[in-house]
């Protein structure tokens, strides 16, 4: 991994973005706000699934209302990352926590495709249904909580060594 780190630290699009006095922190500013319409977005279905809050509302209405939300901001989240490792790919790529965010991203990112898929493939049982299974309600739960460790291990990136230890491969 050192060595494509190396090789994509030489490509002209890394440079230009790690020679930019601006670039990474406005790909960063980019990323920070749209992982906060995401868990904004996220966060109010998790919220009707446990009954607190849109109790009136099906969960198909809620569902179908932040959907586009949590879709488009993980292809803007995709597209901000992306820049962030080319711009600076020793950082991220030979981090630990890096490593660990993708890790529960691919994790929330498969929790929440099935809990859509599942919700649109069953429509008429959740347009009917006020009442959530307590299983699902563990699943939004939980789903919430890998969200949250993402961003975690987002922020956690800066100081990787000093926290992982030997764990990260930088050290």
């Known amino acids: 991994m050192q060595e494509f780190a190396a090789w994509l630290a030489g490509t002209g699009l890394s440079q230009t973005i790690a020679s930019s006095l601006w670039m990474i922190p406005v790909i960063q500013s ?3 706000v749209t992982f906060g319409v995401l868990i904004g977005a996220l966060l109010m279905v998790d ?3 446990l009954g607190v809050i849109a109790k009136d509302q099906s969960l198909v209405t809620v569902t ?3 959907a586009p939300w949590v879709w488009g901001c993980i292809v803007v989240l995709a597209a901000s990352g ?3 490792i080319v711009g600076e790919p020793a950082r991220e790529l030979l981090s630990f926590s890096f490593w660990a965010k993708m890790s529960l991203l691919a994790v929330g990112i498969v929790i929440a495709a099935a809990f859509q898929i599942h919700v649109r493939n069953n429509q008429a049982k959740w347009a009917e249904t006020e009442t959530v299974a307590p299983a699902t309600k563990v699943f939004a739960v939980l789903s919430f909580f890998i969200w949250l460790g993402i ?4 922020r956690l990136i800066a100081w990787d060594t000093e926290i992982w230890g030997s764990l990260s491969p930088q050290a």
């Open 82 to 84: 992306l820049l962030l």
């Open 30 to 32: 980019v990323h920070i």
């Open 64 to 66: 179908r209302r932040y």
């Open 151 to 154: 961003i975690a291990m987002g």
């Open 47 to 49: 919220l009707r699934i």
